[in-house]
């Protein structure tokens, strides 16, 4: 069903919530990203939990007129969300820059459970600095950033492997914004303090990574309580699009262990 939620800057927080179990899984999709990019773990999870997929502000079909681009309001997103749900147990998925939101979404949540990362936060002693964000990264999309997106980003986001259909619909996606939203929509990353975050967060944390990099598994457990991950193999930065099949039984077996423990 779709719905939408309020959230703290009055902007109109899109998300789809299917099923009616007690227990919800909310997906939160990575930069310039939407709902779709979860289908196929609708498809797969909504028998046996509450599925919610939303559109992050200035993302997808929630509001475009956003103004106050920080990490907390992305936060506040997540919580106007999660706030809706009568779901009395979440567990929060988090791709790409998701990542850092929802692990501070969950500070004050009685709801949440568990956190799972998709792709992101692999070494917590390895950060990029806003300035070098912006020397790197905001600068070249201001510049072109068409050519960004076509000729640097896929290095850095797929592999040898990626479907190339993947690549296609992505890179469509990414080209229907403008090289400011794409600017704003990702600034707020790089101003997070996200390994005092990190510190504070009191629930368990797995990840499902792709092998294309490395995760460093004994630096973030200096930040993370309870931390371990997965590696899903052959697969670039979105293996829930990449390799759906063996990305839905990953994800299904670490929330059963957690569910258990």
Same mark, same amino acid.
């Given at each position: 069903? %779709?719905?939408?939620?309020?959230?703290?800057?009055?902007?109109?927080?899109?998300? !789809?919530?299917?099923?009616?179990? &007690?227990?919800?899984?909310?997906?939160?999709?990575?930069? !310039?990203?939407?709902?779709?990019?979860?289908?196929?773990?609708?498809? /797969?999870?909504?028998?046996?939990?509450?599925?919610?997929?939303?559109?992050?502000? $200035?993302? $997808?079909? #929630?509001?475009?007129?956003?103004? *106050?681009?920080?990490?907390?309001?992305?936060?506040?997103?997540?919580?106007?969300?999660?706030?809706?749900? #009568?779901?009395?147990?979440?567990?929060?998925?988090?791709?790409?820059?998701?990542?850092?939101?929802?692990?501070?979404?969950?500070?004050?949540?009685?709801?949440?459970?568990?956190?799972?990362?998709?792709?992101?936060?692999?070494?917590l002693n390895q =950060?990029?600095?806003?300035?070098?964000?912006?020397?790197?990264? /905001?600068?070249?999309?201001?510049?072109?950033?068409?050519?960004?997106?076509? *000729?640097?980003?896929?290095?850095? =986001?797929?592999?040898?492997?990626?479907?190339? &259909?993947?690549?296609?619909?992505? %890179?469509?996606?990414? =080209?229907?914004?403008s090289p400011e939203?794409?600017?704003?929509? !990702?600034?707020? !990353?790089?101003?997070?303090?996200?390994?005092?975050?990190?510190?504070?967060?009191?629930?368990?944390?797995?990840?499902?990574? #792709?092998?294309?990099?490395?995760?460093?598994?004994?630096?973030?457990?200096?930040? @993370?309580? &309870?931390?371990?991950?997965?590696?899903?193999?052959?697969?670039?930065?979105?293996?829930?699009?990449?390799?759906?099949?063996?990305? *839905?039984?990953? @994800? &299904?077996?670490?929330?059963?262990?957690?569910?258990?423990?």
């Open positions: 069903m %779709q719905k939408y939620a309020l959230s703290t800057d009055e902007s109109k927080i899109h998300y !789809l919530e299917t099923g009616e179990n &007690d227990v919800a899984i909310l997906f939160v999709h990575g930069w !310039l990203g939407n709902v779709n990019w979860w289908t196929n773990q609708l498809e /797969f999870f909504k028998e046996k939990y509450k599925v919610v997929q939303i559109d992050l502000g $200035g993302h $997808g079909k #929630s509001d475009k007129s956003r103004k *106050n681009w920080t990490s907390k309001q992305y936060v506040d997103d997540i919580k106007a969300v999660a706030n809706q749900l #009568s779901s009395t147990e979440i567990i929060l998925v988090g791709h790409s820059m998701a990542g850092a939101f929802v692990l501070e979404a969950s500070l004050d949540s009685t709801k949440v459970k568990a956190i799972i990362l998709i792709d992101t936060l692999k070494d =950060l990029f600095t806003y300035e070098q964000a912006e020397a790197f990264i /905001f600068s070249t999309y201001r510049k072109d950033f068409k050519s960004a997106v076509e *000729n640097i980003l896929p290095q850095y =986001l797929f592999v040898d492997t990626t479907p190339k &259909d993947i690549k296609r619909q992505l %890179q469509s996606e990414f =080209l229907q914004n939203l794409a600017v704003h929509a !990702l600034e707020p !990353l790089y101003k997070m303090d996200i390994q005092s975050i990190a510190k504070a967060v009191n629930v368990p944390v797995r990840a499902i990574n #792709s092998d294309a990099a490395p995760t460093e598994i004994e630096h973030n457990r200096m930040y @993370l309580k &309870d931390y371990d991950f997965v590696t899903i193999k052959g697969t670039g930065h979105y293996p829930m699009l990449e390799k759906p099949e063996e990305f *839905n039984k990953i @994800l &299904d077996d670490l929330i059963m262990k957690l569910r258990i423990d």
